[in-house]
């Protein structure tokens, strides 16, 4: 599994770690940002395919910011997805 750490942007999460596997979404962490949402939107986001979850979370904003956390979880994985985003390790 390819696992990546994605520093956020416009939101009160500051950072989002995931793993990808064969094209399937795990281990998602916020750091920071409304707990109980942000670790609900990371139990929902297990185990989907990461363009469903792009699909679905993109173009979320929150109080006009132009953003989201859910958002920034779709813009993260579109960077891993595109080569954009360096997995760690």
Sequence with gaps: MKKYVYQTRGTCARQIAFGI??????????VFGCSGNTQGVARLAEGMEVDKVIALL???DCNGRGTSCPA????AL????????????
């Excluded at 579109?78 to 390790?89: D, F, H, M, S, V």
């Design 21 to 30: 596997e064969e094209n399937i979404l795990h281990d998602v962490q916020f």
């Design 72 to 75: 920034q979880l779709a813009t």
């Design 58 to 60: 993109s173009n979320i």
């Design 78 to 89: 579109k960077k891993a997805k595109n080569g954009e985003l360096t997995p760690i390790e």
